[in-house]
């Protein structure tokens, strides 16, 4: 007799990739990106500046770097699923460990470890979500959207818990909100944690393939720029939320919209990232999120916030799903660890130097609009830049 599967077979790609998809739910939309939430109350607790505050999810996205330089290599050692799961694992105990300490130190190294587990398991995630829709070539581009819609599931979560856990708890309560996510996260983990997994549906026993990087260098400048510019709209809009008078049910209503537009993403760009050879597609759903970012600089009208998060939302994640896209359509399927890892990389470096730049930026001006100039500026030409970007045979 042997053990149950926690995945269900291919009959069910769908339902096997909304099962991977909580992966990048629990390492993104969770370990990342609830910074954002409970900045604020970080930031007056502990006395910190714009720049310690920026320095957090830049330690974070050196996390996130680390781990895509190694998880093309943990994959084809371990397995994609066993990846997967410890990866997932890591960002849990992180976020755990964010609530048991107020020191800085462990709360990087902490911060460290949620971004290594992240990426790791977001990686390993993307070529396994690729594989199983490679088997379904008709539908492939919206099963691959489902998996970068996990995401928006973590981020929705957050969005309900942390304003009114502060709320109700009051100033200097940003631990609680770690420990309740913690626990979130291992309620809807385990699915995904459960031990045993159909191994037919791993990519580790493929024989890798050589990885051309010269060709595409345009498209991964543009990544870079993606990475840089998104985080200082991910990290500091909750402020700017707050610094305009925004409640706690103001706070989790944007953030909400950001996690609930995401699962847009699927429906709306399915047939743009059915045409992603080129670097077209990335270059649409990159300008959408640019026009987002800039939204805010209209004003702090609950109607412009509101645009602002509906439109960035529905663009975020599927400015990734369109780079997997894009690695799916150009490269063999024995170099789509590596590609994913290597476009993970560009990515990593752009959000690890966002942060801390834009931190310092908010500092000497004072204001946090020069954050969300500087977020908006840079993904306008990260989606111009992409424009060029031609398919690999085309060369």
């Not at 709320?167 to 031990?195: D, E, N, T, Y």
């Not at 345009?218 to 870079?224: C, K, N």
């Not at 789509?336 to 476009?343: G, N, Q, R």
Request: net charge positive.
């Amino acid at each position: 007799m042997t053990s149950p599967e926690p995945f269900p077979t291919r009959r069910n790609p769908a339902l096997l990739i909304l099962v991977l998809s909580l992966a990048p739910a629990i390492g993104l939309g969770i370990g990342r990106f609830a910074y954002s939430l409970v900045l604020p109350d970080m930031r007056d607790s502990l006395q910190w500046t714009y720049s310690a505050a920026g320095f957090m999810n830049t330690v974070n996205a050196a996390g996130y770097l680390a781990g895509a330089l190694v998880a093309a290599g943990l994959g084809r050692r371990f397995g994609l699923i066993a990846v997967i799961q410890g990866g997932t694992l890591a960002c849990i105990l992180s976020l755990i460990i964010c609530g048991v300490t107020a020191d800085f130190a462990l709360l990087s190294i902490a911060r460290l470890v949620t971004g290594f587990g992240a990426a790791v398991s977001f990686v390993a995630g993307g070529a396994l979500a690729a594989t199983i829709g490679l088997a379904y070539p008709e539908r492939s581009s919206y099963l691959l959207s489902l998996f970068y819609a996990g995401p928006g599931m973590g981020i929705l979560l957050s969005g309900l818990i942390a304003p009114f856990v502060l709320q109700g708890f009051g100033p200097g309560s940003w631990w609680i909100v770690w420990l309740v996510l913690g626990l979130v996260s291992v309620v809807i983990g385990l699915p995904l944690l459960r031990p045993r997994v159909d191994a037919s549906d791993d990519t580790s026993e493929i024989e890798e393939a050589p990885l051309a990087l010269r060709p595409i260098w345009i498209y991964l400048i543009a990544y870079f720029m993606f990475g840089a510019g998104y985080i200082a709209y991910m990290t500091f809009m909750i402020a700017y939320v707050r610094d305009g008078g925004g409640s706690a049910l103001a706070q989790s209503a944007f953030w909400c919209l950001i996690g609930v537009s995401s699962f847009a993403s699927p429906w709306l760009w399915r047939s743009v990232l059915a045409r992603g050879q080129s670097g077209r597609a990335m270059a649409i759903i990159l300008g959408t999120n640019a026009v987002g970012a800039a939204m805010p600089l209209l004003g702090h009208s609950p109607v412009v916030l509101g645009i602002s998060a509906a439109i960035f939302g529905v663009a975020f994640f599927a400015v990734v799903a369109a780079t997997t896209a894009f690695v799916r359509f150009n490269y063999p399927r024995a170099a789509w660890s590596k590609a994913i890892a290597a476009v993970t990389i560009v990515f990593g470096i752009g959000q690890t130097l966002g942060p801390i730049a834009v931190g310092a930026i908010t500092d000497a001006t004072g204001s946090l609009t020069s954050a969300l100039v500087v977020s908006a500026a840079t993904l306008a030409i990260g989606a111009a830049m992409s424009m060029f970007q031609k398919p690999i045979s085309s060369r």
